[in-house]
Structure formats: structure tokens, C-alpha cells
């Protein structure tokens, strides 16, 4: 008679496993630097844009490899690759459609964080590629990103903050003197889904004037996990937000869609 409850509890931890593993899944996702494959696939368009007040779209095409170069760290190797639909500065102007761009980021980060903080530092490398001079700075800029982060219970915590300066490229376009903060808030609703908060925090330290300066959005996501019969998992997200504080010509509501395609090391 006791056979019973014993097989009831093994089929429960057996029907455990799959959550399980969708959960731990779902927090590398939250973690920038996790030992994980990733490419996700990013459409944000952002209302409102420019004089003419009309919108502006961005694919991102952001492939992450992590590689273990010894036996206690790691390079968590990230490029994106922006394809950028921008609106017309003038009546009399098209909008523009091309290659931003191209920016790497690079993270140094320990195989066994100590004390369960998450983190990793490294460069970061913006190539002037874009092909045309509304699509990007016109500049090759680098510097310092640093990221932090904690993952208590189903929460994941942290911010990931990045700081370029302008080195070389069109001597008559503007510096790049630009930080950027990347809150990282979500919460696992269960082993599949999650909210999370969205927005890029920018600070334009070239603008003399604070009211010109900031861009501070305020945006929230969901998610949800889908593993295929076949394939790799996939990680869909919507969201949208406004930003709150935000130069003149900069956009207003922005919506976001993306899909993050998983792979085996």
C-alpha cells in the first residue's frame, strides 16, 4: 500500500522538472551576462519623432556568445546591429531607411560570482556604419559598461550602464559624450511568463542645457516562453511606454515587440 503515495511523489517531481527548468531558463534571460546563446530579434517604434512628428522604427539584430576563457571567467560577447527607418527633418525631406550603427559590448564576468551578486565589466565599441548621416552619429566612439545584478526569489534586480566618447570620424558632427542607464526590473509570474520594466535611460553630457539633456522613459513588458516540439526556444516580449523626460524632437510613446531565439553551447 505504500507504493502508492511513493510513485504519486516521484510523478510530481518528474511533472516538477520542466518548470523548473522553464524558470531557470527564463532567469538567464533577465541576466545580460548568462552562459547562454541568444539572439534576439528587437522592433521598437517610437511616436512622435523629430519636427515633423512622425514615427521612427528600429530593428535591432542582437546576437550574444558567451565564450569561457578561463576557469573562473568568462566574455559574454554581445553585438547589436540596428536597421533604423527614420522620419523626415523637413516637409520637403524623404524618410530615410538604412544601417545604423554598429555597436559591441564586451563582459568580463566571474564563472562563481561571491555573494550572489551577478556582474561584469568591459568595453564598448561604436563603429560609424550607419549609410546615411540621419542613421547615426557620424563618429567611432568607445568606453566602460558595467553591469549588476541580483536575482532573489522570482525577482531580477540590477542596472546595466554604458559611457562612450567619440574618438574619430566627421570632424563637423557633434561629439559623443552619451551615458546610458538600462534598469533591469522583472518579475516571473510563473515558469513561462514575466513583467518586467522597459526603458533605456540616456544622458547627452555634449548638451549644455539640463532640460535638453536627459531622455527618461517609463515602460513596462511581458513575456512569455514558447518551446517548440522541434527547434529552439523562443522568448517573445511586448511592451510599450512613454518618455517622461526627453529633449525636444524626441519621441513620445514608444511600443516594442521582440524574439529572442535560444540555443545550445
Given at each position: 500500500?505504500?507504493?502508492?503515495?511513493?510513485?504519486?511523489?516521484?510523478?510530481?517531481?518528474?511533472?516538477a522538472?520542466p518548470?523548473?527548468a522553464?524558470e531557470?531558463?527564463?532567469?538567464?534571460?533577465?541576466?545580460?551576462?548568462?552562459?547562454?546563446?541568444?539572439?534576439?530579434?528587437?522592433?521598437?517604434?517610437?511616436?512622435k519623432?523629430?519636427?515633423?512628428?512622425r514615427?521612427?522604427?528600429v530593428?535591432?539584430?542582437?546576437?550574444?556568445?558567451?565564450?569561457?576563457i578561463s576557469?573562473?571567467?568568462?566574455?559574454?560577447?554581445?553585438v547589436?546591429?540596428?536597421?533604423?527607418?527614420?522620419?523626415?527633418l523637413?516637409?520637403?525631406?524623404?524618410?530615410?531607411?538604412?544601417?545604423?550603427?554598429?555597436?559591441?559590448?564586451?563582459?568580463?564576468?566571474?564563472?562563481?560570482?561571491?555573494?550572489?551578486?551577478?556582474?561584469?565589466?568591459?568595453p564598448?565599441?561604436?563603429?560609424?556604419t550607419?549609410?546615411d548621416?540621419?542613421?547615426?552619429?557620424?563618429?567611432?566612439?568607445?568606453?566602460?559598461s558595467?553591469?549588476?545584478?541580483a536575482?532573489?526569489?522570482?525577482?531580477?534586480?540590477?542596472?546595466?550602464?554604458?559611457q562612450?566618447?567619440?574618438?574619430?570620424?566627421?570632424?563637423?558632427?557633434a561629439?559623443?559624450?552619451?551615458m546610458?542607464?538600462?534598469?533591469?526590473?522583472?518579475?516571473?509570474?510563473?515558469?513561462?511568463?514575466?513583467?518586467?520594466?522597459?526603458?533605456?535611460i540616456?544622458a547627452?553630457?555634449?548638451?549644455?542645457?539640463?532640460?535638453?539633456?536627459?531622455t527618461?522613459?517609463?515602460?513596462m513588458?511581458?513575456?512569455?516562453?514558447?518551446?517548440?516540439a522541434?527547434g529552439?526556444?523562443i522568448?517573445?516580449?511586448?511592451?510599450?511606454?512613454?518618455?517622461?523626460?526627453?529633449?525636444?524632437?524626441a519621441?513620445?510613446?514608444?511600443?516594442?515587440?521582440?524574439a529572442?531565439?535560444?540555443?545550445d553551447?
Amino acid at each position: 500500500m505504500k507504493i502508492l503515495p511513493i510513485a504519486a511523489c516521484a510523478l510530481a517531481c518528474v511533472a516538477a522538472l520542466p518548470a523548473r527548468a522553464d524558470e531557470e531558463l527564463q532567469k538567464k534571460l533577465a541576466n545580460p551576462v548568462a552562459d547562454m546563446i541568444s539572439v534576439p530579434i528587437q522592433l521598437t517604434s517610437t511616436l512622435k519623432t523629430g519636427p515633423q512628428e512622425r514615427p521612427q522604427h528600429v530593428v535591432n539584430f542582437q546576437p550574444v556568445y558567451p565564450v569561457r576563457i578561463s576557469e573562473n571567467w568568462r566574455l559574454i560577447n554581445r553585438v547589436i546591429v540596428p536597421v533604423v527607418s527614420s522620419p523626415a527633418l523637413t516637409p520637403t525631406q524623404d524618410r530615410v531607411n538604412g544601417l545604423g550603427d554598429i555597436t559591441y559590448e564586451g563582459f568580463f564576468s566571474p564563472v562563481k560570482p561571491a555573494g550572489g551578486a551577478i556582474w561584469g565589466v568591459g568595453p564598448m565599441l561604436q563603429m560609424r556604419t550607419a549609410t546615411d548621416e540621419r542613421l547615426g552619429s557620424g563618429k567611432w566612439a568607445a568606453g566602460p559598461s558595467a553591469l549588476v545584478l541580483a536575482q532573489p526569489g522570482k525577482w531580477s534586480v540590477g542596472a546595466l550602464v554604458t559611457q562612450l566618447w567619440s574618438f574619430a570620424g566627421d570632424e563637423s558632427r557633434a561629439k559623443v559624450n552619451q551615458m546610458q542607464i538600462q534598469p533591469i526590473v522583472s518579475y516571473r509570474l510563473s515558469p513561462v511568463h514575466t513583467v518586467g520594466y522597459l526603458g533605456t535611460i540616456t544622458a547627452n553630457w555634449e548638451e549644455s542645457r539640463s532640460s535638453q539633456r536627459w531622455t527618461v522613459p517609463v515602460g513596462m513588458t511581458y513575456s512569455t516562453l514558447v518551446k517548440p516540439a522541434k527547434g529552439a526556444p523562443i522568448n517573445f516580449v511586448v511592451g510599450a511606454g512613454y518618455n517622461v523626460v526627453r529633449p525636444d524632437n524626441a519621441g513620445t510613446w514608444f511600443v516594442r515587440a521582440q524574439a529572442t531565439f535560444i540555443f545550445d553551447k
